[in-house]
């Protein structure tokens, strides 16, 4: 079946500009997350949505970023007023719940490039 | 929370070697160990994992162990080929989320 889509798959702005970056998750999967990837750098965790619970944004690193998710369905990442540390390739995951044993499965990733 | 190190973070064996990653996690509540790959350009593969009520796991030419009580897992490639090339995460999970290592870039050379 389809896996876990994002768009778009890279995105160049300039400084100071706001971006939405998309995660469609597997059909079913009720947990998504948010990653970002710094080059050459392993997984950071953003952010997670279980449901209609109360996202989990412990790991956002400042108020510039922002997500959403419409039910159980599509996210979108927001990044306000970019900065070139922002550059980074944003990963998205979706698991059938959050339990501890999960397998989260991984989107491609959208390459961000703040100039 | 959760810690996970990862070694080597870079790792060149001959093709037809094995390959050898190890990670250790630090909260004791984790009980589920996937393993990741990463080729170049595309998100993270899950490869292979294990459970905390299982020591090996083998699928093919990859195996994985654990244990428990030193709190540290690993991933064991063997006939190493050049398509293993690639990044490799460990992770560690418990109720409340998941935690990955640094990575080791691992290269086959032909």
């Known amino acids: 079946g389809a896996g876990v889509s994002q768009s778009p798959s890279n995105k160049v702005t300039e400084k100071g500009k706001d971006v939405e970056l998309r995660c469609d998750p597997i059909s079913g999967h009720t947990a998504l997350y948010w990653y970002r990837q710094r080059l050459g750098q392993g997984l950071e965790f953003l952010i997670y949505?279980?449901?209609?619970?109360?996202?989990?944004k412990s790991g956002l690193p400042s108020d510039r970023f922002s997500a959403e998710r419409t039910g159980e369905s599509v996210s979108t990442l927001t990044i306000q007023r970019t900065q070139q540390e922002d550059s980074a390739v944003y990963l998205c995951?979706?698991?059938?719940?959050?339990?501890?044993?999960?397998?989260?499965?991984f989107g491609p990733g959208t390459r961000l490039l703040v100039l | 929370g959760e810690n996970v190190e990862q070694h080597p973070s870079t790792l060149s064996v001959q093709e037809g070697d094995s390959a050898v990653i190890k990670c250790t996690y630090s909260?004791?509540?984790?009980?589920?160990f996937p393993w990741y790959k990463q080729e170049l350009g595309k998100g993270p593969q899950l490869i292979i994992d294990?459970?905390?009520?299982?020591g090996e796991k083998k699928d093919q030419r990859i195996a994985v162990t654990l244990n428990k009580t030193a709190k540290h897992f690993s991933l064991h490639i063997t006939e190493t080929q050049p398509e293993d090339s690639a990044v490799y995460f460990c992770?560690?999970?418990?109720?409340?989320?998941?935690?990955f290592g640094a990575g080791t870039r691992l290269t086959v050379k032909p």
């Open positions: 294990i459970r905390s009520n299982v």
């Open positions: 909260d004791s509540a984790s009980n589920y």
């Open positions: 992770a560690a999970s418990r109720f409340g989320g998941m935690r």
């Open positions: 995951a979706s698991s059938f719940s959050r339990g501890a044993q999960e397998t989260q499965y």
């Open positions: 949505f279980q449901g209609n619970s109360a996202p989990d």
